[in-house]
């Protein structure tokens, strides 16, 4: 069961990142706030739960697939993630570099700032997020990533350790998301659900194992009316409301999770109207390269664009929404050419990779004979 409903709207959240960190920049302010539409990642995540409990939950009983899992899960993310931080090292070497070599410095001189030196070793060991604090420097969206990478190994261990007894593990599941969300309600930092630190491991495991419990719930068939297609709609309006309503009262943030257990459970079946425009081939195509759009977008923001929006803003001096579009439109068509080429030489190779090494360990034959590599290349968020 591949799930493409599901497929196509990760690539459509991982989009609307790439507008939320426009925006934040300084690139796109003559449109309406997009501040809330940070919740997509809450949407990554209670996706993430749901995918890896119906690929995982059930195979993960001793310790060689554990190490599987551990091993495809390294081999999803890592590689593209530590070939974006060496492309920012890259262009903060060549600033140093030209620096010393003409005296030029540029209004952000090289390692200084968002680009701390210090941080690069944390960042490429998935550990930015073992900090209390709201900094992000680098490849920042990348912080995500590093509270799944944690998030995993409570899955696992959870996995392993109700092997056989699903029932139990969505209890357990269920206990970790209630836990969660109550301590990020009474958060002493008063980030709460736009915790990006230790809180934001939180976060991640609240949205998570939001979804182990829906992908429970739904194997069994529960909820039927959510599943059959006909909630497809109204959960989708839903999600709207909610990042409508969370642009002005920051309270609404803490429906999230639930809002996405909806939308979620309401399209895993692909059975009704939206799953249909989301099976496209545009659609898939978005979401196959929903992780690369997800982590390059960043570096466009951060050292093209600027240069982009300049070049636009001679063409049309007189009108700004019209030099924002037309940046918006480059910037989108970048995204997507840059994922295009990461997704081929930097996330395949590496997956495939980490199949042949988890195969070698034990776990990966049972994995790979019960699902199709697309299902299991799909397994992002």
Known sequence: MRMKALDGWRGIGALGVCFIHLQLNGFLTSGPSLDSWILAVDFFFVLSGFVMARVYADDLVDGERVAAFVVRRLGRLWPLHIFMLALFIAVELAKLALQRETGFSSEHAAFTGPRNPADILPIALFLQTARLGPELTWNFPSWSISAEIWTYVVFALVAIRTAGRPRRRTIIAGAIAVVAWLVLFVDITGRGMLSTDVFGIVRCLLGFFTGVVAEWLHRRGTFSALANGKAEIPTVLAAIALLWVAASLPAAHYAAPLVFFALVFAHAGDRGPLSRVMSTTPMQW????????????????????????????????????????????????????????????????????????????????????????????????
């Open 286 to 381: 978005l979401g196959r390269l929903s992780y690369s759009i997800y982590l390059t977008h960043l570096f466009l923001v951060a050292y093209v664009v600027p240069r982009l929006s300049l070049t636009v803003g001679q063409f049309l001096p007189d009108s700004v929404a019209l030099r924002e579009a037309a940046v918006g439109a480059i910037y989108i068509a970048w995204v997507l050419a840059l994922s295009a080429v990461t997704w081929r030489f930097i996330g395949l190779p590496g997956q495939r990779l980490a199949a042949r090494i988890a195969k070698r360990i034990g776990g990966g034959q049972t994995l790979s004979s019960k699902y199709s590599r697309s299902q299991l290349e799909m397994t992002r968020l």
